[in-house]
């Protein structure tokens, strides 16, 4: 069902462009049918009731168990209030090993025969920042002579391009500062893949293939449940884990400590001593993106 309307919606926004598409779609935010066409019609998340969620989330439940043989948890965890959250990448001792990418992948229950990952590790020549010359495929042993390491993810923007792009409103910036999709809103028009400038957004260009074994099953509906075919995908700074004050899953698999993650509202947290006693910057600054990702070397 999430397909054929997805498709439907995909052939009308071609025909009608950005702005025509999503007036065409405003009369389905408020038509609620009592059939099965529930799931194909699905409200937008934001304008669904608690009671209304539950019942999503229970049918998104039984779905995986009967798609993957595993039972699984969807839990809907919200922002706490006084918290945004701020990455930091300690990229002098950033070795190349690309183990958060790994736990990305595992963590976010990506479709395993692409062995995708929110997360791109380049290797970087020393003296030059210039991400267009960074290899991903890079081989051999690491840390290798004369390069450095850039891990590049969603830099969870205060100005995200990506939002701004959507036509019918599937993503969006909460109050942590964690721009999130709608899942079962999004057309899959790549519109917000196109806009973002560090390559942070991914396709699902089939469904994902999953062992029951590999699943985790500790999953949220605007995180890593399994998302279907046909979307668009983003890290959310594990909001599944943050959200409920655990660090994220690329953080704890870094073997070097690398990386550093908090609340910047915080005075007292990591991330706050990070940004006001290092040399800080974010990527691509002069786009105005305002990124809440950041770099620092050591001196």
Not at 264 to 280: A, F, M, Q, Y
Request: proline share 6%.
């Amino acid at each position: 069902m999430d397909a054929s309307r997805r498709t439907a919606l995909k052939a009308l926004g071609a025909s009608l462009g950005v702005a025509g598409l999503a007036r065409a779609l405003q009369p389905l935010v408020d038509w609620t049918p009592a059939t099965s066409m529930d799931e194909l019609l699905q409200k937008h998340y934001k304008a669904l009731t608690k009671e209304e969620l539950a019942v999503i989330l229970r049918r998104l439940e039984d779905e995986a168990r009967d798609t993957y043989g595993v039972d699984v948890t969807i839990e809907d965890v919200r922002p706490t209030p006084g918290v945004e959250f701020g990455y930091a990448l300690n990229l002098s001792i950033c070795i190349g090993c690309r183990k958060c990418a790994e736990a990305c992948h595992n963590e976010n229950n990506h479709d395993r025969s692409t062995n995708n990952s929110y997360i791109r590790v380049l290797e970087m020549e020393k003296g030059s920042l210039d991400m267009g010359k960074g290899s991903v495929d890079y081989d051999g042993p690491v840390p290798a002579p004369g390069k450095f390491y850039m891990p590049v993810q969603c830099q969870q923007c205060r100005n995200p391009p990506c939002v701004s792009v959507c036509p019918v409103e599937a993503t969006w910036q909460e109050s942590d500062g964690v721009t999130v999709v709608d899942y079962n809103w999004c057309i899959g028009c790549r519109y917000c893949e196109a806009a973002c400038p560090y390559h942070a957004r991914r396709f699902n260009w089939k469904k994902p293939e999953l062992g029951a074994s590999e699943i985790n099953p500790n999953q949220s509906y605007l995180s890593n449940r399994v998302r279907p075919q046909g979307v668009m995908e983003k890290c959310t700074f594990c909001l599944h884990r943050t959200r409920k004050g655990q660090l994220p899953a690329c953080l704890e698999a870094c073997p070097t400590g690398a990386r550093v993650f908090g609340n910047l509202l915080d005075p007292s947290s990591e991330i706050r001593w990070v940004l006001e006693n290092k040399r800080v910057f974010v990527l691509k600054e002069d786009l105005g993106t305002q990124p809440r990702f950041y770099y620092f070397f050591d001196e």
